[in-house]
């Protein structure tokens, strides 16, 4: 993806990812994708900060100057360890969200994970006049290498403890299970994706009529 081993060098190729799920905080956790198939391993999606940096400039949530700025600036170490942060922040919000759907408690132990990051994404923003009111912002000049961790932990935080929890739906598809939220007319969306896993699904039930 990039021109050097961890992907904090110039970028040679630019990973497009799928932001079906309406909400960042999703968005992540489908970056391990098929977390449910048999078989062969889930496809990890975050492979270098090459990739979460690429990530956020996608869903917004940081600028291409500030990606620019973290690739050239943080270290091969510091970017490995703020790649690792954030998979571990996404397997507990995936815990989480999927026990949710499933109509169980989350464990103890994923709720005090996001905990630690929610607190300290929190005590890296600084309260700011904007011109008509206060707000609160990250410090981004110069942005910090941990920029895509504290974004995607705030917005996290934000998903999580708000109404939009109960828009929180997963793909049909038992070997994807994506999450995304469910602002269709009837709340009935079912896929992903209806071009990917809708599709599939269909010709694969189509296949089996004609075998019955």
């Known amino acids: 993806m990039s021109g050097s081993a ?8 630019r990973r497009l ?19 449910f198939r048999e078989g062969p391993p889930p ?13 956020a400039e996608q869903g917004g949530l940081i600028s291409e100057a500030q990606g620019r700025r973290l690739l050239r600036n943080t270290s091969e170490s510091k970017a490995a360890r703020i790649v690792d942060a954030v998979r571990e922040l996404r397997e507990g919000a995936a815990q989480i969200l999927y026990a949710a759907l499933e109509g169980n408690d989350p464990a103890a132990s994923s709720v005090k994970l996001l905990e630690r990051y929610f ?22 000049s110069p942005a910090p ?7 995607l932990s705030l917005s996290t935080a934000d998903l999580m ?6 828009r929180l739906r997963e793909c049909g598809n038992s070997e994807c ?27 694969r039930r189509f296949k089996a009529q004609r075998r019955a």
């Open 119 to 140: 607190r300290d994404a929190r005590e890296s923003q600084h309260l700011m006049w904007d011109g008509a009111k206060l707000a609160w912002e990250l410090s981004q």
């Open 43 to 55: 496809e990890e999606l975050l492979k270098d900060y090459g990739d979460l940096v690429r990530f």
């Open 161 to 166: 403890t708000s109404d939009e929890m109960h």
């Open 6 to 13: 961890n992907g904090t060098g110039p970028r040679t190729e």
């Open 177 to 203: 299970r994506w999450l995304f939220l469910d602002t269709s007319k009837n709340h009935t969306r079912r896929w992903c994706d209806m071009k990917i896993c809708g599709n599939r699904m269909k010709a």
């Open 17 to 35: 990812f799928e932001l079906i799920a309406g909400h960042p905080a999703l968005d992540l956790v489908n970056t391990l994708d098929w977390r």
């Open 145 to 151: 290498a941990e920029l895509p961790l504290w974004t």
